[in-house]
């Protein structure tokens, strides 16, 4: 490659706690050769420099100063940077969740591929399967994406869970103002509820490398159900691994991890990714046979 390169130049980063295993900068470096860019993407480990979410705005400040042309955020700083944007789009508004930050025009504007990347990821690996009642786990920065997308797929009521019962309160109100009364609610008895459910949605840590082990009792799974994750490393969760064990469909991570960075490419670079070849790039590093979600056929 010549010094003299005049390819479109992005840099961007993924800011997060525990990432040095992700996958996503292969990803979108990968889909920037292809396109002809000349695409440089970085991980912040917040957790290996020994920081918190307090060092965001520094943090933001650093990338502009450096010439980045976005960032990706992820666990625990989905929330937590909003304070230091300059503007959210409708959906990371909305959702009170960013997972990508454009910097251009010395401005920092907010936006969330994650409720995308969800639904898209699930509407080509679980379009059939029934959706009146969903029990989810997890109401943080992703949960509130999951849920925006499994209201937006058709769910009629979604039965949210969290450790924080505020937080699953404050979420099943919100989606409850802008999709309908009653069709989420803060749950407040697993059993019960998975029960009455057809599906379950992991949207908690649980099932990370970092954080094994399942997410609720396996007792409370049954053969009817289908069970998706949105953790992608490993690609099959515990969760997903016993659920597989009862004859449950299963959806695992890899859809949503390949979407949301579809969406993500698209902001930074105002070029359309091919989704097909990210999602085959992305098995092949998972070290799947298959892609995590079907591709469209064309």
């Given at each position: 490659m010549?010094?003299w390169?005049?390819?479109?130049?992005?840099?961007a980063?993924l800011?997060?706690s525990?990432?040095?295993?992700?996958?996503?900068p292969?990803?979108?470096?990968?889909?920037?050769a292809?396109?002809?860019?000349?695409?440089v993407?970085?991980?912040?480990?917040?957790?290996?420099?020994?920081?918190?979410?307090e060092?965001?705005?520094?943090?933001?400040r650093?990338?502009?100063?450096?010439?980045?042309?976005?960032?990706?955020?992820?666990h625990?700083?989905?929330?937590?940077?909003?304070p230091?944007?300059?503007?959210?789009?409708?959906?990371?508004?909305?959702?009170g969740?960013?997972?990508?930050?454009?910097?251009?025009?010395?401005?920092?504007?907010?936006?969330?591929?994650?409720?995308?990347?969800?639904?898209?990821?699930f509407?080509r690996g679980?379009?059939?399967?029934?959706?009146?009642?969903?029990?989810?786990?997890?109401a943080?920065?992703?949960?509130?994406?999951?849920?925006?997308?499994?209201?937006?797929?058709?769910?009629?009521?979604?039965a949210?869970?969290d450790?924080?019962a505020?937080?699953?309160?404050?979420?099943a109100?919100?989606?409850?103002?802008?999709?309908?009364?009653g069709?989420?609610?803060?749950?407040?008895?697993?059993?019960a509820?998975?029960?009455?459910?057809?599906?379950?949605?992991?949207?908690?840590?649980?099932?990370?490398?970092?954080?094994?082990?399942?997410?609720?009792?396996a007792?409370?799974?049954?053969?009817?159900?289908?069970?998706?994750e949105?953790?992608?490393?490993?690609?099959?969760?515990?969760?997903?691994?016993?659920?597989?064990a009862?004859?449950?469909?299963?959806?695992d991570?890899g859809?949503?991890a390949?979407?949301?960075?579809?969406?993500?490419?698209?902001?930074?670079?105002?070029?359309?990714?091919?989704?097909?070849?990210?999602?085959?790039?992305?098995?092949?590093?998972?070290?799947?046979?298959r892609?995590?979600?079907?591709?469209?056929?064309p």
């Amino acid at each position: 490659m010549s010094s003299w390169d005049t390819r479109p130049a992005i840099l961007a980063a993924l800011i997060g706690s525990g990432i040095q295993a992700s996958l996503t900068p292969a990803l979108h470096e990968r889909e920037g050769a292809e396109q002809a860019l000349r695409y440089v993407y970085r991980l912040v480990d917040i957790e290996r420099l020994g920081l918190g979410v307090e060092a965001l705005p520094d943090l933001l400040r650093g990338a502009e100063r450096m010439g980045f042309t976005g960032l990706n955020i992820t666990h625990p700083c989905k929330q937590a940077v909003i304070p230091f944007l300059d503007e959210l789009s409708e959906d990371a508004r909305a959702l009170g969740a960013v997972n990508t930050v454009v910097l251009r025009d010395r401005r920092r504007i907010g936006h969330n591929t994650d409720w995308w990347g969800f639904a898209e990821g699930f509407r080509r690996g679980l379009p059939d399967v029934r959706r009146e009642r969903v029990v989810q786990l997890g109401a943080g920065g992703a949960g509130a994406a999951v849920a925006h997308a499994a209201l937006t797929l058709g769910v009629d009521r979604l039965a949210v869970f969290d450790v924080d019962a505020a937080k699953s309160a404050a979420l099943a109100a919100d989606l409850s103002a802008r999709f309908g009364a009653g069709r989420a609610v803060a749950g407040t008895d697993l059993p019960a509820a998975m029960a009455a459910a057809d599906g379950l949605i992991n949207c908690t840590p649980t099932g990370m490398a970092k954080y094994p082990g399942l997410p609720l009792p396996a007792a409370l799974l049954r053969p009817a159900l289908w069970v998706a994750e949105i953790v992608y490393f490993p690609l099959e969760t515990e969760l997903l691994r016993a659920a597989r064990a009862l004859g449950c469909r299963t959806l695992d991570g890899g859809g949503m991890a390949v979407f949301q960075a579809v969406g993500a490419f698209r902001l930074f670079t105002g070029i359309e990714p091919d989704a097909g070849r990210m999602l085959r790039h992305f098995a092949a590093m998972a070290g799947t046979s298959r892609p995590s979600a079907r591709p469209e056929q064309p």
